[in-house]
């Protein structure tokens, strides 16, 4: 069955840190893989975007890995800070039509203490 | 920037009734708009896609007498969830694709702010 898997409910990290998210798939093949950050009581918002050929994308302190053959995307946010704390869901989209669906990971809910 | 809305943001009601959600694209048409549902702590869960002029199409497990979606217009879909009971109380987000707003392909779908349906 296909499967997307954020491997922590729950992370809990020092500010100033590094917060590590995963996210693995399974029978999928994705076109691409997007992160978003979701807020309590608000949409989802958009914050990166990597393509299936690209290994790794960054965007001011955050970074995104895409690795096919492990089927796994890593999300890192370096310095990380309190308003940082938010939940972060990873998304593939499986195709390349303008009616591709996104497909959303469980989660991962990130909290950094000051 | 392309929006997308959402109305109500809020609504309770009784059990036994329906609930009409609607999503509009406000400066685009939007041929084809998503809807989704999120349960407390969890994900969003694709429901249906809404394709203007047709049916809609449901994901697997979702009633789709239930879940009464219209596509009537080029910048409105409506989702209506019918016989509403406790268990349907959830948050719904529509969104559609950035293609229809003269984006990339690769940009992020442009998402509503959701729907809190709480029923009694």
């Known amino acids: 069955s296909q499967k997307i898997e954020q491997n922590s409910e729950a992370l809990n990290i020092q500010e100033g840190k590094t917060a590590t998210l995963t996210c693995n798939y399974t029978?999928?093949?994705?076109?691409?893989l997007q992160w978003y950050r979701q807020d309590p009581g608000r949409g989802p918002v958009f914050l990166l975007l990597?393509?299936?050929?690209?290994k790794e994308k960054r965007k001011e302190r955050l970074k995104v890995t895409f690795d096919t053959t492990l089927k796994q995307s890593l999300f890192h946010i370096t310095a990380s800070q309190p308003a940082d704390s938010a939940t972060y869901l990873c998304?593939?989209?499986?195709?390349?039509?303008?009616?591709?669906?996104?497909?959303f990971g469980s989660g991962t809910r990130l909290s950094i203490r000051p | 920037g392309a929006v997308v809305s959402q109305h109500p943001s809020r609504v309770i009601c009784k059990s036994g009734t329906s609930v009409k959600i609607e999503c509009r694209s406000l400066?685009?048409?939007?041929?084809?708009m998503f809807w989704y549902r999120q349960f407390p702590k969890q994900s969003l869960m694709l429901m249906a896609t809404?394709?203007?002029?047709?049916?809609?199409?449901?994901e697997q497990g979702v009633e789709k007498d239930k879940f009464l979606i219209n596509h009537a217009s080029l910048t409105l879909s409506t989702l209506t969830v019918t016989s509403a009971h406790p268990e349907d109380s959830s948050f719904y987000i529509c969104s559609a694709p950035p293609q229809l707003a003269g984006g990339d392909i690769t940009d992020t779908q442009y998402f509503g702010p959701g729907t809190r349906l709480t029923v009694l």
């Open positions: 029978n999928y093949s994705p076109a691409y």
């Open positions: 809404s394709n203007e002029g047709s049916k809609a199409t449901y």
């Open positions: 990597i393509r299936e050929n690209e």
């Open positions: 998304a593939l989209v499986p195709g390349y039509s303008s009616a591709s669906k996104i497909i």
């Open positions: 400066d685009f048409q939007a041929t084809t």
